[in-house]
């Protein structure tokens, strides 16, 4: 009997053994972090469709535009988001958001254009070594950013696995120089290196701010102005500089379909984007992004005929592993108040409405005294029969 009982035991704790650890495993990967992961994944891919577009277009038919590009995408923000903007009502229409903040959107699109073209124009000067580690500056500075502006405190956890990421990139990058792909230019690498970190400052800049505009604000809002100063901007750039570059083109469809290809990703990533933001932090999805370059690689094996490393699966495997490590524990953030969408409506008016709805436990505790009242009404009643007092609640 004894020892039928031991096999038994044993089977018993490894099952609860087995129990806690599912749990634990569970209160990892949840629902929340794998749409997340999957979200990000797919921003990466969208990431590795304009590097590939781009890549054809420079390669294949010599076209450098990288304005005319760009300007395509904030044409497509200004035809779908700003138009939802001119016929929204109330608070958020866009005459109300033009009067108060026109200057700060003139700013964030300033902002948003130039990291756009820097980065671009980072690959005439410097090789795509200096380009993906440089750019890998946007996390350190984003983190810096939020920590001052977004009052975001991050634990160990967080800068552990920033480092992580941060590795496999530099697997990434070691399996490019075995295999020799340090393409690029190395005509002026210190300018090229210059620009690559000019524009993660900017790019940091730009999610700092649109972390803070969806979190606060509106999605709507931040895509629809974007839109509208980032077709200004990239307009009067792109008549300024690339005008001879335009007039020079042959247009086929080949040429046409890769510009509306290019576009199309740029335009889901940018309408992407703010959705994941808001759903984790800027940081995070930058983190994501990191495996973007892989993707680009793992596309140029069948396409360009690149060389394959054992590197490259290691990378992407770390850098998933650092993302999934940073998103299991939140960092503490201020609560913020979060504004709909469609409506644009206006915080304080929010709050003001909860405060002035009485809430379960206001109620629970009028309940409370109203019964202690009787309780004391009867009890006095008792005590006193002959000169029938009777208790006064409101005077209690």
Not at 29 to 43: A, N, V
Not at 102 to 127: H, R
Not at 198 to 226: D, H, P, W
Request: charged share 15%; hydrophobic share 45%; with cysteine.
């Amino acid at each position: 009997m004894t020892r039928d009982k031991m096999p038994q035991e044993r089977l018993n704790t490894l099952c609860s053994e087995m129990r806690e650890g599912l749990q634990k495993l569970g209160d990892v990967f949840t629902w929340q972090l794998l749409r997340t992961m999957l979200m990000g994944q797919i921003l990466s891919a969208l990431i590795c469709g304009t590097a590939v577009t781009s890549q054809y277009l420079a390669s294949v038919y010599y076209l450098n535009t990288p304005m005319l590009q760009s300007f395509i995408n904030y044409t497509l923000l200004c035809i779908t988001y700003t138009t939802a903007l001119i016929f929204r009502k109330g608070d958020g229409n866009i005459l109300q958001i033009l009067k108060t903040k026109w200057w700060k959107y003139v700013l964030l699109g300033l902002i948003d254009v130039e990291a756009n073209y820097a980065v671009v124009k980072a690959y005439q000067f410097t090789t795509l070594t200096s380009i993906q580690l440089l750019d890998c500056f946007v996390i350190p500075v984003l983190m810096i950013l939020s920590w001052f502006f977004l009052k975001t405190r991050y634990r160990i956890t967080h800068f552990v696995s920033v480092c992580i990421c941060l590795a496999g990139v530099g697997a990434m990058v070691g399996a490019d120089i075995l295999a020799g792909q340090n393409q690029g230019s190395s005509s002026n690498i210190l300018l090229g290196d210059g620009l690559v970190l000019v524009s993660a400052t900017l790019y940091a800049i730009s999610n700092v701010c649109q972390e803070y505009t969806v979190k606060n604000l509106s999605r709507v809002e931040f895509l629809g102005m974007i839109g509208l100063f980032g077709t200004v901007i990239s307009g009067i750039q792109l008549g300024i500089i690339e005008h001879s570059e335009v007039t020079k083109i042959q247009w086929k469809w080949e040429i046409a379909l890769l510009l509306a290809g290019y576009a199309l990703c740029m335009y889901g990533f940018y309408s992407m984007m703010p959705i994941v933001v808001k759903m984790t932090s800027a940081t995070a999805v930058n983190l994501s992004l990191l495996t973007g370059d892989l993707f680009s690689l793992f596309c140029g094996l069948f396409l360009f005929h690149y060389s394959f490393s054992g590197l490259y699966v290691v990378s992407l495997v770390v850098i998933l592993i650092g993302f999934i490590m940073f998103n299991s524990v939140p960092p503490l953030t201020p609560p913020l108040a979060t504004a709909s969408d469609e409506e644009g409506s206006d915080n304080h008016t929010t709050e003001s409405d909860h405060e002035n709805t009485p809430t379960c436990v206001e109620m629970t505790t009028c309940a409370h005294m109203d019964l202690e009242r009787n309780q004391v009404k009867n009890w006095l009643n008792e005590r006193q029969p002959d000169n029938s007092v009777v208790i006064n609640s409101a005077k209690l």
